[in-house]
T-cell receptor, first 111, second 118 residues
Framework: TQLLEQSPQFLSIQEGENLTVYCNSS?????LQWYRQEPGEGPVLLVT?????EVKKLKRLTFQFGDARKDSSLHITAAQPGDTGLYLC???????????FGTGTRLQVTL | EAGVVQSPRYKIIEKKQPVAFWCNPI?????LYWYRQNLGQGPELLIR????????DSQLPKDRFSAERLKGVDSTLKIQPAELGDSAVYLC????????????????FGPGTRLTVL
């Protein structure tokens, strides 16, 4: 069973601060996705990274896939209250048929 | 375009009672997933369908859980009998098949059904 551990589990910060969320595994993934989930809703895809070392930017969010394709990070610059939510990483195995979700990081951004 | 539709949104039942959840995926999406999500944690796959075929049900507790997708479109997930530990959000997701595989495809999630077992 492939496990994806996210850290931190909870994060409460003020508007304007920067933060980084980590997603780690001992397994290699063919690709990795990041989702954000708001209360009462399903997860929504933010990004997919495929190549080891790949960096993708989505406005204030920067995603990086580790060189060995075992880990990933999400960095948010100048966080805003609208960034509040549950952030989930999810990795696909070598056959690309199964998506395994991480343990989740709950972010709260206050004014 | 309509998203993934799930009903009911909330369900409260007593233990040992049966319960069923319904999902209508995005039109044209061949692949359908049922996940269970405990509070503050990531979703865990229960079953994956490609059209009407269940291609991965290894994580489905088959003694009490069952699912069907008879015409390859909408799907139902049933629990009978429910236990206290079944309290969770049950998410349905769908994705299109591309090149014969669902690899790398975005999964579109419904809002989920929050089940409380008393």
């Amino acid at each position: 069973t492939q496990l994806l551990e996210q850290s931190p589990q909870f994060l409460s910060i003020q508007e304007g601060e920067n933060l980084t969320v980590y997603c780690n595994s001992s397994s290699v993934f063919s690709s990795l996705q990041w989702y954000r989930q708001e209360p009462g809703e399903g997860p929504v895809l933010l990004v997919t990274v495929v190549t080891g070392g790949e960096v993708k930017k989505l406005k204030r969010l920067t995603f990086q896939f580790g060189d060995a394709r075992k880990d990933s990070s999400l960095h948010i610059t100048a966080a805003q209250p609208g960034d509040t939510g549950l952030y989930l990483c999810a990795g696909r195995d070598g056959t690309a048929s199964k998506l395994t979700f991480g343990t989740g990081t709950r972010l709260q951004v206050t004014l | 375009e309509a998203g993934v539709v799930q009903s009911p949104r909330y369900k409260i039942i007593e233990k040992k009672q049966p319960v069923a959840f319904w999902c209508n995926p995005i039109s044209g999406h061949n692949t359908l997933y049922w996940y269970r999500q405990n509070l503050g944690q990531g979703p865990e796959l229960l079953i994956r369908y490609e059209n009407e075929e269940a291609v991965d049900d290894s994580q489905l507790p088959k003694d009490r859980f069952s699912a069907e997708r008879l015409k390859g479109v909408d799907s139902t997930l049933k629990i009978q009998p429910a236990e206290l530990g079944d309290s969770a959000v049950y998410l349905c997701a769908s994705s299109p098949l591309m090149g014969g595989r669902s690899s790398y495809n975005e999964q579109f999630f419904g809002p989920g059904t929050r089940l409380t077992v008393l």
